[in-house]
């Protein structure tokens, strides 16, 4: 191995002491003082700046830095000062031209400096926490020329005048404004925002607030509001070209302050142009311009949404409480429907489906829907309307269309097992009388309602489906089994409803005719021998018949009638006239449903089978009724309705209420139950809090019907009262 020796260098100071000229720093300073003259007064093409660049390097090496950047200041002072001078000197509209090519002049110049005196700038300027040059040379402009006591002030001035000329609809030069602004910022944040911005938005304040005030008493809301947007868009379009981008908040918010919020509850509520008006015309382009605008504003949104939510509850209640539109409860729904559809339209169109909106709009009709206690039966008569005839030839999409509709008024209903209760009893006639347009359609609102409510609140509705389906299966094996021995008895469909599944009340057993009460009988030995353990009982008041009548000369007609129109209709087979009371003792019909069948029997136009005299729409017991020899109809089959009152009358509307609450007791005992159960304890407060909550779904119990549920618990022994505290209870095992 070889070892190298390490070499050591060793630099050692001149031997002969470098001797300098005392007048060198004068010298090179002239010098340098003489191109900076020479570079303002535009005569740079003849100087050396490698030469220049030593010299100021060699001033610096040699410890004669303070000279020359004193000796900077002192010329670049004095050149300013000329410049100002003779930017001041410039009369009229083209000073802010004259101090743009200064500013630009000075600009080339200090980057010539800076080039030559570019050493100084990287040594000696850190070394001793001076100024750099570039900046100095901004900061000496902005002193000595932007800050001279006749140049500021006319600045500001010139700059706000032209930017008033521009929004006064005169065209100004951009692009000289726009330079003119980047040398405030060039000179520093403070400078722009001390000399210009906060001059700028103090004005744009003052005319704002003055046009603002001229326009609400000119303008209607629409054409106020059109203004205000353009005028927004002019000031950002303004920041945009010639100012700091900074400036955009602060000058919108300005307009926003002076157009919008300042007159916000004038605009919203202006006579005859207002935000009602516009809801109640469809603007929907005023109202997005409404949206939009106040939208900037912290509650500006709130004001629009409350006057929205003011107007749709009173219209609404208009709606619901009118007593006109409750003779037409298809209609009242169709005008329910209309009018969300509207307010949708609108959120959609106008609010960018802003979903506080639409919250509003929900808990509005929410609000007003559940004002009229008879809305959920006329949903429910509206849904019978559409499934009997409504939706032929309607396409599959749009039958989904109406039924979402009405899926969205039944969320609304607090008491949904009113509806419930009544879409059974509709659907019940539907499916019996082979009324309904769809199954399909029937289908898919089952569907729909189970989707919102659970299996138990469909599950009865859909047993009704299985007994249609099983009937027919019924039917079939009964006539395979007896078709033969029936010869020629009238031709019986029975449908056999379980009991639950159906809403069928307890009715009076009518009289059937001779000719039907036979096969009747037959089938019910062929059902019960099939059937073991079971019981059936005949719902006349649910039946519908086909007869074959013939009338004066020999004109034969089929007549489809409900079962209590047959049982009237076949005693005039062995009667010429007979009274109301007479046709009353013998059939058995309620007299109620009597009448109503003897109305559409006799008083229909076109269906009128019976004569009655006298002639008049109300049937009185002494009434005389007549076979009608002298009936015609351009149909062979003629359909007889009976008149029914599409909606309830009040005593039947009565009566549903008491079974709906009926219904409803051992729902809240049951809830009850369950809540004391996992809880053991509770006060009364809790238990009526908490039986709310799980029942809302359905209904909103009553906290007096809560309480009597209690107690008929506490009677039961389900429950006890606490002995110190009676307003606990314990849960009893």
Known sequence: MSSHKKKTFQIEAFKHRVVVDPKYAEKTWKILEHAIHEIYNHNASGLSFEELYRNAYNMVLHKFGEKLYSGLVITMTFHLKEISKSIESVQGEIFLEELNRKWADHNKALQMIRDILMYMDRTFIPSTHKTPVHELGLNLWRDVVIHSSKTQARLQHTLLELMLRERNGEVINRGLMRNIIKMLMDLGLSVYQDDFEKHFLEVSANFYQLESQKLIETCDCGDYLKK??????????????????????????VVEKEMIENHMHTLVHMENSGLVNMLVDDKYEDLGRM????????????IVKEVMTSYTRDMGKQLVMDPERLRDPVDFVQRLLDLKDKYDKIITLAFNNDKTFQNALNSSFEYFINLNARSPEFISLFVDDKLRRGLKGVGEEDVEIVLDKVMMLFRYLQEKDVFEKYYKQHLAKRLLSGKTSSDDAERSLIVKLKTECGYQFTSKLEGMFTDMKTSQDTMQGFYACHGAELGDSPTLAVQVLTTGSWPTQPSPQCNLPAEVVGVCEKFRSYYLGTHNGRRLSWQTNMGVADLKATFGKGQKHELNVSTYQMCVLMLFNNADQLTCKDIEQATGIPISDLKRCLQSLACVKGKNV??????????????VFFFNDKFTSKFFKVKIGTVVAQRESEPENLETRQRVEEDRKPQIEAAIVRIMKSRRVLDHNNIVAEVTKQLQARFLP????????????????????????RKLYRYLA
């Open 291 to 302: 949206y939009n605008l106040f939208q900037r504003i912290p509650a500006g949104l709130t």
């Open 610 to 623: 019976l004569r009655k005299e006298p002639m008049s729409k109300d049937i009185a017991d002494d009434d």
């Open 702 to 725: 009553n906290p007096v019907v809560i309480k009597k549920r209690i107690e008929s618990l506490i009677e039961r022994e389900f429950l006890e009262r606490d002995k110190v505290n």
């Open 228 to 253: 205000a947007e353009k005028r927004l868009n002019e000031e950002i379009e303004r920041v945009s070209h010639y100012l700091d981008a900074r400036s955009e908040m602060k000058i919108t918010n």
